[in-house]
């Protein structure tokens, strides 16, 4: 498969000012008529030659200005027309069949209901057009089909008018007043019902809200309508952002490759970011619905009214939109945890890809396949880069940055240089430099040291951004990191600076306020950086205990663990390492400032993935790997050391924690710390917290409780295990959201057998290959779980790359998602490492790969 170049980028010869469709919609067999209104377009290279995209379909006809014509070629997938004239209309017929298309790109058949995804390159296996983001085209949509079967016709814009056919058909037709890229067209057919609320925006416009599902799931649906109108809210008074037409429609689809969907005025979502109840849902699924709401809602403007000019430019729209909607979380939930929270998936997803085979600039300059660049890098990484942008010019200033960016770009497909651009005119920034964000790929490393002179701190600050593939040499990056002195000896904080690194080594001086100064640096997580200092651990004690930033305490406690057990992997010694993170933990535990959501935060070790990256490339020489099988052990010993060392506080917080009603507004936090207890429990006394799950599952009145307990139990073995494993699967048996629980728990889990468990659960009846809901509820568990995934003997990679082989002829675009947990193995221990390797060359040895699995698996490789 050819690489397509960000540099080869030209606009398109042709505008396609109007779009027409007319779909004879049915399961097995949709006829689609697109009617295109073309002309030359004076900013491009002039052709006599219209190249229309098409991916697996055929023309039943070509008309052009009302004449069939049959000078027309296939050039591989795609349809080329000559045309002679400055403007023409150009009608194409095609016919799909719906319920074949397993790969669930372009028109696909869910539950007897038809409806569509595009983004990124699936309108073109519907009919064929320019399918580009630049190619922006106002249309007009005819749907027709069988009433009954499909009572509900929904498409963009708004509904223009209906009817009956007088032979069991109906048909709608549907108008986008908003000129949109092919990627935004969306369809959906089908019986569904809605949960409907008006919003009234600022200026006064009433705008219908729907939120439609299947009957039976209705009664899930009023936390995804509040979250709407919340985001439709907020987005006006942060951002000053207006809705934009007359109706919002949701409509959620049990078989989706992605997390949502936000075609204009008609956002197509999994139902796992829609359905919620407190009986079926975590407090965490509650969140993810709101975050997830809010995040499509945000793309009307970034994304929508302002689209991507080509794909390259996707942080453009997804690192934007998703800081939009970490900013938004935060103001409804809370600062701090969210934060946190947000920098835990970060490390859990993008550090790792920045330092693997896989790593890419946020706008990457070559890809095969476009559906591989949705990744961490891009939007959450990408959120990160504009975050440092609103840390430096301040929230009003940014403010100033992105209303000219809306006011300039309104209506454009845009470039990641046209918003840096704006943010730099609009908040007076400059952002010359900082640009190196955008094409330099990898987590640059901070280092830190300091000395004290008379009554001031000279802060010593180096940055090295490592290698990545393609990119040997690296320049020196703008980084803003927010840093506090502290006096230990004082126990006092310092005043908060924001030091900006732009050199390979700088020098800061800061007045001192005490004695026994402690650096707080990158408080608030205001670069996604790697920071090295090398600290006492007296002083990450003291920062875990005093920093009064809620960031800073999490950092210190994490940093804390990670030397322990790094050192402890590495067959170091860490001499009381283990005793001083005893005693810091108890402090936590007792600290009667902390809520107990931000309690349940602290109380969380650094995950195995984010150890694994800590392991490889430290050590004296650079050079060490990471070594699953010690980091699991070290982290086991470490979770029973305080299970047992701090049992008394534990069950006290249980005590207390189990007395909070489910209402209440300490009721989230409660929960929280009961099911972190939980895992202490497990480690350091199983029979005990058998006991204790068994009895908080029995006792539980919502899903958080029973989904942490039962994720305990899972890993035990204890008769409570089967029992409630039995019992779940019995009172949700038909939900496949919870089923989907039940899968990923089970793969989740710290069982010694969990291979052979997850090879079962994959021939259980309620296993499909199909839904891909379903496929990640098992195996992206599984590849999640390093004790499962890194079996010593290489079973856990095996049934990766089994599971890879057989997805990808089915839905590509999910099967190659699987690849990048076996393209860690340059950085993991040699005898794992060649095991893994080994999958990948089995992988890329089998016939008529996929573009997305072949590009994955051939980078992993090299
Ligand atoms: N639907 C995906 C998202 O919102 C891709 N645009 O991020
Ligand atoms: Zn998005």
């Known amino acids: 498969p050819p690489v397509i170049h960000r540099e080869d980028y030209r606009p398109f010869p042709w505008r396609v000012p109007t779009t027409d469709l007319a779909f004879e919609l049915g399961i097995e067999k949709t006829r689609i008529t697109a009617t295109l209104a073309v002309e030359r377009n004076p900013d491009a290279e002039p052709s006599d030659r219209l190249r229309l995209n098409g991916d697996g379909i055929t023309a039943q006809s070509v008309t052009v200005d009302g004449e069939a014509v049959n000078d027309w070629e296939m050039d591989g997938p795609d349809l080329v027309l000559p045309l002679a004239g400055d403007a023409h209309t150009v009608e194409i017929v095609t016919e799909i069949d719906p319920s074949a298309n397993t790969q669930l790109m372009g028109l696909y058949a869910s539950n007897g209901m038809l409806c569509t995804q595009c983004e990124a390159e699936g309108f073109r296996r519907i009919t064929f057009f320019p399918d580009r983001p630049d190619v922006l085209s106002t249309y007009r949509v005819r749907m027709s089909g069988p009433k009954e079967q499909f009572p509900i016709l929904l498409c963009n814009g708004n509904r223009a008018a209906e009817g009956e056919n007088g032979d069991g058909t109906h048909w709608a037709e549907w108008h986008d007043p908003w000129p949109k890229p092919s990627y935004l067209f969306a369809l959906v057919a089908g019986d569904l019902v809605a949960n409907s609320g008006d919003f009234t925006t600022v200026s006064g416009r009433r705008v219908e809200c729907n939120i439609w599902v299947r009957r039976e799931d209705l009664a899930r649906t009023d936390h995804a309508l509040e979250s709407l109108h919340r985001s439709m809210r907020w987005d006006e008074e942060t951002f000053g952002r207006e809705y934009d037409l007359d109706l919002y429609n949701i409509v959620a689809v049990s078989d989706f490759n992605m997390g949502a969907m936000e075609n204009k005025g008609l956002n197509v979502f999994n139902t796992k970011y829609v359905l919620a109840d407190k009986d079926t849902a975590t407090d965490g699924d509650f969140d993810a619905v709101e975050g997830v709401i809010a995040h499509e809602y945000f793309h009307n403007w970034s994304g929508n009214r302002i689209t991507c000019r080509d794909w390259f430019q996707l942080s453009l729209k997804e690192g934007f939109t998703v800081l939009r909607d970490q900013l938004f979380s935060q103001d409804m939930r809370g600062e701090a945890v969210k934060r946190i929270e947000d920098v835990r998936i970060l490390r859990a997803a993008q550090f790792p890809e920045d330092a693997g085979p896989l790593a890419h600039p946020i706008r990457p300059d070559s890809y095969r396949e476009i559906s591989n660049f949705y990744t961490a890098t891009v939007y959450n990484k990408g959120a990160e880069v504009i975050r440092m942008m609103r840390s430096m010019a301040g929230e009003e200033r940014f403010r100033k940055g992105t209303d000219l960016y809306f006011e300039r770009h309104d209506g454009e497909a845009a470039t990641c240089e046209d918003f840096v651009r704006a943010i730099e005119d609009g908040a007076g920034l400059d952002l010359t430099q900082f640009r190196l964000w955008y094409s330099q790929a990898g987590t640059p490393r901070v280092r830190v040291s300091h000395e004290v002179a008379g009554d001031g701190i000279r802060i010593t600050l180096s ?17 803003p990191l927010r840093l506090a002195v502290h006096s230990k000896a004082n126990e006092t904080t310092g005043t908060e600076h924001i030091a900006v690194l732009t050199e390979a080594e700088q020098v800061f001086e800061y007045p001192l306020t005490g004695p026994d100064p402690v650096i707080s640096i990158n408080r608030g997580f205001t670069a996604p950086v790697i920071v090295e200092r090398e600290l006492a651990r007296d002083d990450l004690v003291f920062l875990a205990a005093h920093d009064d ?115 209440d507004p300490a009721g989230r936090g409660a929960r929280k710390v009961k099911a972190q207890v939980l895992v202490y429990a497990a480690a350091s006394d199983p029979a005990k917290a058998a006991e204790m799950a068994a009895r908080q599952y029995d006792r539980a009145d919502n899903m958080t409780d029973r989904q942490g307990a039962l994720m305990v139990l899972a890993g035990l073995e204890a008769p409570e295990r089967e029992e409630r494993l039995a019992d779940f699967y019995d009172r949700y048996r038909g939900n496949d959201l919870v089923i989907d629980k039940w899968f990923t728990l089970q793969a989740l889990s710290l069982h010694p057998q969990v291979i052979a468990q997850v090879e079962a659960l994959a021939q259980h009846r309620d296993f499909t290959i199909r839904n891909p809901n379903r496929v990640r509820s098992l195996y992206m568990a599984f590849a999640g779980n390093p004790q499962g995934f890194h079996a010593q003997d290489g079973a856990g990679y095996r049934m990766i790359a089994d599971l890879i082989l057989k997805l990808d002829p089915i839905n590509p675009q999910t099967a190659a998602r699987f690849v990048s947990p076996l393209g860690r193995w340059r950085r993991i221990e040699p005898k794992r490492a060649a095991l893994m390797k080994a999958e990948l060359e089995r992988i890329a040895e089998a016939d008529n790969l996929s573009r997305d699995t072949y590009e994955q698996v051939s980078r992993s490789l090299d």
């Open 463 to 479: 940055q090295q951004v490592p290698a990545t593939p393609g990119q040997a040499k690296k320049q020196p990056m703008v980084i």
């Open 549 to 663: 930033d809620p960031f800073a305490r999490y950092e210190a406690l994490q940093e804390l663990a990670v030397d322990h057990l790094v050192a402890a992997a590495s067959g170091e010694t860490s001499e009381g390492g283990e005793a001083a993170l005893v005693e810091a933990f108890r402090a936590i535990l007792a600290d009667g400032t902390l809520d107990d959501a931000m309690r349940g935060e602290l109380m969380m070790l650094p995950s195995e993935t984010y150890l694994f990256e800590a392991m490889a490339g430290s050590g004296a020489t650079g050079t060490r790997k990471a070594d699953p099988g010690a980091i699991h052990a070290a982290r086991e010993r470490l979770k029973a050391a305080i299970g047992s060392g701090c049992a008394e506080e534990l069950d006290a917080l249980y005590d207390r924690a189990e007395e909070v009603a489910f209402d």
